[in-house]
């Protein structure tokens, strides 16, 4: 019997994946819809009887069957992108199918949960904090820390928050352990309501990700009596940026406009509906279950460095010719990842910036591509990690048109709460093209009478860059939240390392 694996994850079935599965099928294979193993050059990617295949189409069954096709890539775990991985939290990828009660027990689900439950919640916490896990959404923050604030806190009820709105450029993560591995993020969540005395849960998803958000209510229904007090609901958003904000994501839970809250109060001490409420990432969750396991959390704590402890799945995209998902410990280098692991970029130019972080990350130059891959040494240059994206430009970029876009983007998403944000931005612009633009078209858009006074006073080019150094220091200290206050990174990265991007067109 022909057993053929293939997975459902949507960046397969956007490449095919469901053609090819039908084709197997109608020659009377037996097809298996798993998780996706993260090699997306590959997609779609299948597996035959041990042996793994890549890009494959219709075309190519016949000689797969027949052992004459040139696409085989041997037994998929031993490829190389694949066997220098350390993965925890995708250890599981391409292996399993994601609605599988009985895949998902046979690799260790719900010993996490089974575990905590043998705990005190202060003891559970405790693991956690132990095992030096940090936020995987953005500003690093210790889990522990959160979970312990919340359990501490006073409230007539508390809540467990996923946010799965992820809206970063170039980041999939998320997307894919919500379709490929959905139990995982459940049992995280069970055992962060067990730790912080929480009833209630929600997951909220983005509404660009159908597959996910069908996925996981299919999941959560099967698991209801496996994390039974602990009741999980899925709250869809509607595609605004801000609300992957957490704040701006509890009013959106709440049916309010997805607008920002000042803190203090922080979510731990009044978030969801005025209770304390634990708010973490997917991937946050995702390692909670491996920290949970009998010595998970010095396991955990194990890999990695300095203060940037367990492994990250980082996402390689943009110009790159080996795209896709590489979860390894802190501390591998940038030229590591786009040349070693990601092949170079995809149309064999030299790699001229990468961007970390998503659209709010720091442009990276390529000097700075030995900088090991952790929190501190990212802060220490004005840089981010954020969620894991790894954003590829070759050398025909245009850092300026660069800088633009991270400010019109702010300008777009901002949900206007605060000036820094809501008008630095549009400023932001207004001075970058004013920059860019040739010395005649400066004057003659200033004698325009109608201009506003920016325009008419004459400012030289130098006074315009000066000024928006200030801009972005304003937009970096006095905003409400990241989206204001990450915009400057990649303007003044890309103004500092790509200066001659910013010379007016001729």
């Avoid at 708010?279 to 300095?306: F, R, W």
């Avoid at 949900?415 to 207004?430: A, L």
Wanted: glycine share 12%.
């Amino acid at each position: 019997m022909t057993i053929v694996r293939i997975s459902d994850d949507a960046l397969a079935l956007a490449c095919g994946a469901d053609t090819v599965a039908n084709a197997f099928a109608e020659i009377g294979c037996t097809v298996e819809r798993t998780s996706s193993w993260g090699m997306h050059w590959l997609e779609p990617l299948v597996e035959v009887n041990g042996t793994g295949f890549g890009t494959v189409t219709p075309d190519d069954i016949s000689a797969i069957l027949e052992n004459c096709s040139t696409k085989s890539i041997g037994k998929i775990a031993d490829h190389p992108f694949i066997a220098r991985q350390q993965r925890l939290s995708f250890a599981r990828a391409g292996r399993t199918r994601p609605l599988s009660l009985e895949d998902y027990e046979a690799t260790g689900g719900w010993a996490g949960l089974t575990r905590a439950r043998s705990l005190m919640p202060d003891a559970v916490v405790s693991e956690v904090t132990l095992s030096g896990l940090r936020g995987r959404g953005g500003a690093g923050f210790p889990a522990g820390i959160k979970w312990q604030t919340v359990a501490g806190a006073a409230g007539a009820r508390k809540y467990v928050v996923c946010n799965a709105d992820e809206g970063d450029s170039g980041t999939f993560a998320d997307r894919m352990l919500m379709e490929g591995d959905p139990f995982q993020l459940i049992e995280g969540m069970a055992i962060a309501a067990h730790a912080v005395g929480a009833t209630l849960g929600y997951i909220y998803v983005r509404s660009e990700y159908p597959h996910a958000i069908a996925k996981l209510k299919a999941a959560i229904a099967l698991a209801a009596e496996i994390i039974a007090p602990f009741q999980i609901e899925v709250r869809v958003g509607a595609g605004a940026y801000v609300c992957g904000e957490e704040t701006s994501l509890l009013n959106s839970i709440e049916g309010k406009r997805g607008e920002v809250r000042a803190k203090p109060p922080l979510p731990a001490h009044s978030g969801l509906f005025g209770c304390p409420t634990v708010i973490n990432n997917v991937l946050t969750l995702a390692a909670i279950p491996h920290i949970l396991i009998e010595g998970g959390a010095a396991l955990y704590d194990s890999h990695g460095i300095a203060r940037s402890k367990g492994t990250m799945p980082i996402q390689i995209a943009g110009n790159v010719k080996h795209g896709g998902l590489f979860e390894t410990a802190f501390g591998i280098t940038l030229h590591a990842l786009i040349y070693d692991i990601g092949g170079g970029t995809a149309s064999g130019r030299p790699v001229k910036a990468v961007q970390v972080g998503g659209p709010l990350g720091a442009y990276i130059h390529p000097d700075r591509f030995d900088l090991p891959f952790c929190y501190e040494a990212y802060a220490g240059v004005d840089a981010l990690i954020g969620h894991g994206g790894v954003t590829v430009f070759d050398d025909t970029a245009d850092m300026g048109r660069m800088a633009r876009f991270a400010m019109e983007f702010c300008a777009a998403e901002s949900c206007g709460k605060c000036t820094p944000c809501r008008i630095g931005s549009t400023r932001g612009v207004e001075l970058i093209d004013r920059i860019c633009a040739p010395q005649a078209t400066v004057d003659a858009v200033a004698a325009l009478p109608q201009m506003h006074n920016a325009a008419k006073s004459a400012r030289s080019r130098a006074e315009d860059i000066a000024l928006l150094g200030d801009l972005c220091e304003t937009m970096k200290d006095a905003s409400l939240c990241a989206l204001g206050g990450f915009t400057p990174y990649p303007v003044l990265s890309a103004l500092q390392h790509w200066p001659e991007d910013f010379e007016p067109e001729v």
